[in-house]
T-cell receptor, first 111, second 122 residues
Framework: EDQVTQSPEALRLQEGESSSLNCSYT??????LFWYRQDPGKGPEFLFT???AGEEKEKERLKATLTKKESFLHITAPKPEDSATYLC????????????FGQGTILTVHP | GAVVSQHPSRVICKSGTSVKIECRSL??????MFWYRQFPKQSLMLMAT?????????EQGVEKDKFLINHASLTLSTLTVTSAHPEDSSFYIC??????????????????FGPGTRLTVL
């Protein structure tokens, strides 16, 4: 059974204070690790897909990295508008396209 | 690209009535769509996988007769909550994945989510 654990559950940062979110996973035959951003009352917004260990992707202040056991979402010099819940999900080789989500990290960036 | 819409965004209904939620992929065709349910401050829970032209596959514990799913075309899937009760109140979200043949910049393994539908049953 695929499993995803995200930490911390909540993270409070000052504007400009860089940090990282962690996503640990166990999966049978990784077919993709996905990062989403979710604002309150809205559906998840796609950020990144990572497929193999060593892969990195960047978008504005966000950078996602992947190892064989975990993924990190690095946030550089965050702004208040980066405040959201960040969700990590994996797709395993036997999941028939289904995603297994972590519980999410609630990020709050104070001005 | 990869826009998924849902309608309605919010619905309030009386106990015992049925509610239909539509999920549309606006700029790509989706042979597979997914329906999720999300409770406050919790993560997404997959309810079912909707396949165009065939029966949906439901997750364990999800009542098939309660949550009817129809995927009549490559751009539309519907979720009908039948005889809704207050415990069915939740945030329902759909997602869709572009097919392998779509090419372009869209990730074929990536699920793109709709904005969600807030259902309140009185």
């Amino acid at each position: 059974e695929d499993q995803v654990t995200q930490s911390p559950e909540a993270l409070r940062l000052q504007e400009g204070e860089s940090s990282s979110l962690n996503c640990s996973y166990t999966v049978s035959g990784l077919r993709g690790l996905f990062w989403y951003r979710q604002d309150p009352g809205k559906g998840p917004e796609f950020l990144f897909t990572l497929y193999s260990a060593g892969e990195e992707k960047e978008k504005e202040r966000l950078k996602a990295t992947l190892t064989k056991k975990e993924s990190f979402l690095h946030i550089t010099a965050p702004k208040p508008e980066d405040s959201a819940t960040y969700l990590c999900a994996v797709r395993g080789g036997t999941s028939y396209g289904k995603l297994t989500f972590g519980q999410g990290t609630i990020l709050t960036v104070h001005p | 690209g990869a826009v998924v819409s849902q309608h309605p965004s919010r619905v309030i209904c009386k106990s015992g009535t049925s509610v239909k939620i539509e999920c549309r992929s606006l700029d790509f065709q989706a042979t597979t769509m997914f329906w999720y349910r999300q409770f406050p401050k919790q993560s997404l829970m997959l309810m079912a996988t909707s396949n165009e032209g065939s029966k949906a596959t439901y997750e364990q514990g999800v009542e098939k007769d309660k949550f009817l799913i129809n995927h009549a075309s490559l751009t539309l899937s519907t979720l009908t909550v039948t005889s809704a009760h207050p415990e069915d109140s939740s945030f329902y979200i759909c997602s869709a994945s572009p097919p392998f043949s779509s090419g372009g910049a869209l990730g074929t393994d990536t699920q793109y989510f709709g904005p969600g539908t807030r259902l309140t049953v009185l």
